[in-house]
C-alpha cells in the first residue's frame, strides 16, 4: 500500500539485488486498515461465487502473463537471479493460479456423505467456507511463486489477501498487486503491505482468519507466539535439509546433473533444493566425480551467461561461508570450490564437499547457499537413518534405477514430499499439497489439501423423516434400548458377543 511499481518501467539491474522501489513501512495503523478494508471486501468476494472468482482469477493471471518480461526484470533487480528463472518461476506461479481458480468448486462445494445405518433418517452433507481475511506473509527467494502457492489458493476459496511480502522483494509484491487492482476495479481483495519485522508481527495480530507464513524455524515460532495471543490458525513453510539418495545401480550422470541443480540454482536459496547427497559408497567416486564436472560448468555473477547470481541476503553469506568453515575444520574437504568460493558482491561460486561429520553444522543445518555435502554410505538403510536425522522434514529425492526400491525408501523419509529420478519435480503439479514436517513447518499450500487449508469444514444434517428409533430424548423407551443394544452388538462386536447379548434379553443365561 506505500508505493506502487508502474508498469512499462523495469528498473535498472545493478550489480547487487535491492528493493526495486522504495516502498516504505506500513505499520500497525496501516496493517489495521488494511485489514478492515479486507474485511469489508469479503462479502463482494463471496457473493461472486465460485464462477464469478474463476474469471477474475484467470484474468488476473492472464494480466500477469502478458506482462511476464516487465515481473521477470523486477524480480532480477531486486533477488539477483537471471532472468530466464524468473521467467520460469512466474510460468510456475500462474500454473498454481490456474489450477486454485478452476478446481476450487469441485473440492469446496457441499456435497452429501453417508450418513450411516444408525442415522439413515438423517440427510448429511459437507461444505468449506472461507476464514474470511487471510494474511499472508512471504520470502524473498521466490517472491512470486512461493507466495501465490498461498494467495491463488486463499483467494480461489472466497478469501480477502492481505500480504506482506519481504522487505527485500517490495517492488515484486506491489506489480503483482496493481495487476489486481487494473483487472478487479480496485477492489480490496487483494492488497500488499510493505515493512519489515514489525508489521509481519501486526498482520499476525491482527485478528486475520489465517496466517500463512514462509520463512525460517526460528521465526515461525514468533509468528506463532503472536498468532497464539488471539488463537488464530498458520500454516507454516520453514525451509528443509533435504537429502538426495543415491542407489548402486542409478543413472549417476542423471543424479549428479540433478544434485548441481537443486543445489545450485537460485545461488542455493531454495527451501526444498539440495543440501545433502547420501551415495552407495560402490558408486560413490564416479558419482562424485560427474557431480564435480557439472559443477565446474556454472557460471556465477550477474552478466549474460550467468547460471545464478549474488545472495539476496547479505547476512547470509556469513552462514555460507561459515559452514564451509565447519565442515573443513572437521576433517571434510573441498572437491569443489571451498573457502575461496566466497567471493565480494555477495557471490559464492558452487561448493561440494565431501566427508563431512554427521553433527556437523553444515549437515544438520540449513545452509542456504550453493553448498551440497555429499557422503558415501554402505547401505540404503543408513542412507535413511542420516536422512531422517537432522530436525528438518520438507522434502527429499531419490535415484534409483528400480521403482520398487524407490519407493520403498520414499516411504521411510519422514519428509513432506518425495521426487523419484529427479528434483523439484513437485513445483509444477497444481495437484499435489507442498509443505513439511518437524521444523519445516506444517500445514499445506498447492493442491486440494491446499484449497481446504484456507477454508473451514462446515457439516450439516437436516432431518428426512422421523427416527425409527427414538433415542435423542431424556427419556427413552425399553424397546427403543433393547433395539439400540441389539444393533450395538451386530454393528460393531462379535458374533459371540451379538449371541450372548440375545439370550441375555431373553433371560436363558446361566
Not at 468476494?45 to 511476464?68: P, S, T, V
Not at 452433507?125 to 512470486?144: C, D, R
Not at 514468533?222 to 497464539?228: D, H, L
Not at 428426512?464 to 427413552?476: C, I, N, S, V, Y
Request: proline share 5%; hydrophobic share 40%; aromatic share 6%.
Amino acid at each position: 500500500m506505500s508505493s506502487t511499481v508502474q508498469t512499462g518501467n523495469a528498473p535498472h539491474r545493478s550489480s547487487l539485488p535491492a528493493p526495486a522501489v522504495d516502498a516504505g513501512t506500513d505499520g500497525p495503523t496501516g496493517v489495521a486498515f488494511a485489514v478492515a478494508r479486507a474485511t469489508d471486501a469479503v462479502r463482494w468476494w463471496q457473493d461472486q461465487g465460485f464462477r464469478g472468482r474463476k474469471r477474475l482469477l484467470q484474468a488476473w493471471k492472464q494480466a500477469m502473463a502478458d506482462d511476464a518480461d516487465e515481473l521477470a526484470a523486477v524480480m532480477t533487480a531486486e533477488t539477483g537471479k537471471p532472468d530466464d528463472d524468473a521467467l520460469l518461476e512466474i510460468l510456475l506461479a500462474l500454473g498454481h493460479l490456474d489450477w486454485a481458480s478452476k478446481h476450487a468448486e469441485k473440492v469446496l462445494r457441499r456435497r452429501a456423505v453417508s450418513s450411516g445405518l444408525v442415522a439413515l433418517n438423517q440427510k448429511a452433507t459437507l461444505g468449506y467456507e472461507p476464514y474470511g481475511v487471510v494474511g499472508v506473509i512471504g520470502p524473498w527467494n521466490y517472491p512470486v511463486y512461493t507466495p501465490m502457492g498461498s494467495i491463488s489458493f486463499a483467494l480461489a476459496a472466497g478469501n480477502a489477501v492481505v500480504f506482506k511480502p519481504s522487505d527485500l522483494t517490495p517492488g515484486t509484491a506491489l506489480w503483482i498487486g496493481n495487476k489486481w487492482a487494473q483487472v478487479s476495479g480496485g477492489h480490496p481483495v487483494f492488497q500488499v503491505l510493505t515493512g519489515g519485522p514489525d508489521t509481519g508481527a501486526a498482520l499476525a495480530r491482527s485478528g486475520c482468519g489465517k496466517i500463512a507464513f514462509t520463512g525460517s524455524t526460528e521465526t515461525a515460532k514468533k509468528v506463532m507466539a503472536a498468532c497464539a495471543e488471539t488463537l488464530t490458525p498458520m500454516v507454516a513453510e520453514c525451509g528443509g535439509k533435504d537429502a538426495m539418495l543415491v542407489t548402486a545401480d542409478a543413472d549417476l550422470a542423471a543424479a549428479a546433473s540433478a544434485a548441481v541443480f537443486g543445489g545450485m540454482a537460485n545461488a542455493g536459496q531454495t527451501c526444498a533444493g539440495v543440501e545433502r547427497v547420501y551415495v552407495d559408497r560402490a558408486v560413490y567416486a564416479p558419482f562424485l566425480s560427474l557431480m564435480v564436472q557439472e559443477g565446474r560448468k556454472l557460471v556465477t555473477g550477474t552478466g549474460e551467461g550467468a547460471d545464478y547470481g549474488p545472495m539476496t541476503l547479505p547476512d547470509q553469506v556469513n552462514v555460507v561461508a561459515a559452514h564451509i568453515d565447519a565442515a573443513l575444520e572437521a576433517g571434510g574437504r573441498a572437491v569443489l570450490g571451498g573457502r575461496g568460493s566466497v567471493r565480494d558482491g555477495r557471490l559464492i561460486d558452487a561448493v561440494v564437499l565431501t566427508d563431512v561429520p554427521e553433527n556437523n553444522a553444515a549437515v544438520r543445518r540449513e545452509t542456504f547457499g550453493p553448498v551440497v555435502v555429499v557422503n558415501p554410505v554402505d547401505t540404503m538403510d543408513e542412507a535413511v537413518d542420516r536422512a531422517n536425522g537432522t530436525g528438518y522434514g520438507l522434502g527429499a529425492s531419490i535415484f534409483s534405477g528400480s521403482r520398487t526400491t524407490a519407493r520403498k525408501l520414499a516411504a521411510r523419509l519422514r519428509v513432506g514430499v518425495v521426487t523419484v529420478n529427479s528434483v523439484l519435480g513437485f513445483g509444477a503439479i497444481g495437484s499435489l499439497p507442498f509443505g513439511g514436517v518437524k521444523d519445516s513447518g506444517f500445514g499445506r499450500t498447492h493442491g486440494a489439501d491446499g484449497l481446504r487449508e484456507f477454508s473451514t469444514p462446515k457439516a450439516m444434517t437436516e432431518q428426512r423423516f422421523a427416527p425409527p428409533l427414538d433415542l435423542l430424548r431424556m427419556h427413552r423407551s425399553e424397546r427403543d434400548m433393547k433395539v439400540a443394544r441389539a444393533a450395538l452388538r451386530f454393528l460393531h462386536g462379535t458374533r459371540r458377543g451379538l449371541f450372548q447379548g440375545q439370550q441375555k434379553a431373553g433371560g436363558t443365561v446361566r
